[in-house]
C-alpha cells in the first residue's frame, strides 16, 4: 500500500506562480509514472501532467503545456507540479497518482492506469 500526500495548493492571483508537492510513504518514485489530475467543481476529473522516470519522459495536456512542469528530486523522494501564468480556469483541486510502473506513451493520460491516490490539495486563482 502506497500513501500519496500533496502539499502547495493555495491562493494565487492571474499570472502567479504555485508549486505543487507530491511525496509518496514508503517508496521511492522509481520506475513508476506519476501524473497530476485535477477536477474543478462542477467538472470531470482532468488529466494535467506525467512523469515516466525511467527514460525522463513529460506529457502535458494542451490546457498546460507551456506553463506547468513537472519534475522529480534528486533523491527520487518528492514529485513537483511548477504552476506558472495561472489563470482562473486553473482553479481546481489537483491530485497526485502513482502507476506503480513505468506506462506507455498511449496511457499517461487515462486515470484508471493509476493505482495510488493523494486526497488532492485546492488550487485557487484569482482574476
Known amino acids: 500500500q502506497v500513501r500519496l500526500i500533496e502539499s502547495g495548493g493555495g491562493f494565487a492571483e492571474a499570472g502567479g506562480s504555485l508549486t505543487l508537492e507530491c511525496i509518496a510513504s514508503?517508496?521511492?518514485?522509481?520506475?513508476?509514472?506519476v501524473a497530476w489530475f485535477r477536477q474543478a467543481s462542477g467538472k470531470e476529473r482532468e488529466f494535467v501532467a506525467a512523469?515516466?522516470?525511467?527514460?525522463?519522459?513529460?506529457y502535458y495536456s494542451d490546457s498546460v503545456k507551456g506553463r506547468f512542469t513537472i519534475s522529480r528530486d534528486n533523491n527520487k523522494k518528492v514529485v513537483y507540479l511548477q504552476m506558472n501564468s495561472l489563470m482562473p480556469e486553473d482553479t481546481a483541486v489537483y491530485y497526485c497518482?502513482?502507476?506503480?510502473?513505468?506506462?506507455?506513451?498511449?496511457?499517461?493520460?487515462?486515470?484508471?492506469?493509476?493505482?495510488?491516490w493523494g486526497p488532492g490539495t485546492q488550487v485557487t486563482v484569482s482574476s
Open positions: 497518482a502513482v502507476a506503480g510502473r513505468a506506462l506507455i506513451t498511449s496511457t499517461v493520460a487515462e486515470d484508471s492506469e493509476y493505482r495510488y
Open positions: 514508503g517508496r521511492t518514485f522509481t520506475d513508476v509514472t
Open positions: 512523469g515516466r522516470w525511467g527514460d525522463n519522459s513529460e
